[in-house]
Nanobody, 127 residues
Framework: QVHLVESGGGLVQAGGSLRLSCAAS????????VGWFRQAPGKPREFVAV????????SYADSVKGRFTISRDNSENTAYLQMNSLRPEDTAVYYC????????????????????WGQGTQVIVSS
């Protein structure tokens, strides 16, 4: 079981940047993909980005492609989401989660593929 804690959220003006962190405890972190999801008020939670267990593969939602970068440091048991050129529509609670499958061979994007969710960190982008 992996326990996750997100941090780094806050209030930023449109066009600004934030870096979210996802700190994990547990021995299996380095063997699982990590995903970032977000939930805006009144909307369902949506996929943002995912990184494979080795860090060699990444995938992004079209809405953030070219602006967000997901990365991980397995030696620190931490994943990151660098968010640049933020827009008001990026306002949401951001969650990290780990894939239920260890050493997965392909990227997965569905909430049901992920377990061990963090508590979330709020990001507010003002116009």
């Amino acid at each position: 079981q992996v326990h996750l804690v997100e941090s780094g959220g806050g209030l930023v003006q449109a066009g600004g940047s934030l870096r979210l962190s996802c700190a994990a405890s547990g021995r299996t972190f380095a063997s699982v993909a990590v995903g970032w999801f977000r939930q805006a008020p009144g909307k369902p939670r949506e996929f943002v980005a995912v990184i494979g267990w080795s860090g060699g593969s990444t995938s992004y939602a079209d809405s953030v492609k070219g602006r967000f970068t997901i990365s991980r440091d397995n030696s620190e048991n931490t994943a990151y989401l660098q968010m640049n050129s933020l827009r008001p529509e990026d306002t949401a609670v951001y969650y990290c989660a780990v894939d239920r499958q260890q050493y997965g061979m392909r990227m997965r994007f569905l909430e049901t593929d992920f377990g061990s969710w963090g508590q979330g960190t709020q990001v507010i982008v003002s116009s």
